[in-house]
């Protein structure tokens, strides 16, 4: 059975700060992953997706890694700001039939002013 | 063009009371899913439809819990006889057809239920 992890569960950092963010699962068999933010209130807005036979993604000042063979993944934001401030969630896409995510618990990024 | 989108945003029930959440996927999208997010549990896969074929509902926690997928497009959550475990916030994604490893799940904003 799939499970995501997600470390820290919570971090705080001054604007500006280049931060990473962690997510491990414990099948190796995936399809893709994808890393979320969700904002208070809201749903989830997709920022990357990595594909199983890929190692990284990159929009803008984020970069996504992904080494199936020991489980984890990584989101890199680059110069921090205010409005990064949000939940972040990793989802590993399951094989089978069907395409369901299993989601990570999420880490809450506050980014100080 | 338009993302996901549910109804309603918020609904607050009486316990015992049946509910039913709507999702409308993205147009062309075939593949629809529910996920249910809750403070105790994170979020959690409740059922996926692809096209014309039979949905896995393996993620449905009860019995109570039922959902269609009317013309292959608009889906509909239903909850009977709703206990107060049942509130969080219910989440609707879709993405292209077939199991392809590059095929984004693009969400919709959610319906948060509440059952006093």
């Known amino acids: 059975k799939q499970e995501v992890t997600q470390i820290p569960a919570a971090l705080s950092v001054p604007e500006g700060e280049n931060l990473v963010l962690n997510c491990s699962f414990t099948?190796?068999?995936?399809?893709?992953l994808q890393w979320f933010r969700q904002d208070p209130g809201k749903g989830l807005t997709s920022l990357l997706l990595?594909?199983?036979?890929?190692r990284e993604q990159t929009s803008g000042r984020l970069n996504a890694s992904l080494d199936k063979s020991s489980g984890r993944s990584t989101l890199y934001i680059a110069a921090s700001q205010p409005g990064d401030s949000a939940t972040y969630l990793c989802?590993?896409?399951?094989?089978?039939?069907?395409?369901?995510?299993?989601f990570g618990t999420g880490t809450l990024l506050a980014v100080q002013p | 063009g338009a993302g996901v989108s549910q109804s309603p945003s918020n609904k607050v029930t009486e316990k015992g009371k049946d509910v039913e959440l709507r999702c409308d996927p993205i147009?062309?999208?075939?593949?629809l899913y529910w996920y249910r997010q809750s403070l105790g549990q994170g979020l959690e896969f409740l059922i996926y439809?692809?096209?014309?074929?039979?949905?896995?509902k393996s993620g449905l926690p009860s019995d109570r819990f039922s959902a269609e997928r009317t013309g292959g497009s608009v889906s509909t959550l239903t909850i009977q006889r709703t206990q107060q475990e049942d509130s969080a916030v219910y989440l609707c994604?879709?993405?292209?057809?077939?199991?392809?490893?590059?095929?984004?799940?693009?969400f919709g904003p959610g319906t948060r239920l509440t059952v006093l």
């Open positions: 994604a879709s993405s292209p057809a077939g199991v392809r490893a590059d095929n984004e799940q693009f």
């Open positions: 099948d190796s068999a995936i399809y893709n």
């Open positions: 990595i594909q199983s036979s890929q």
């Open positions: 989802a590993a896409r399951t094989g089978g039939a069907t395409n369901k995510l299993i």
């Open positions: 147009s062309g999208h075939t593949a």
């Open positions: 439809f692809q096209g014309n074929s039979a949905p896995d």
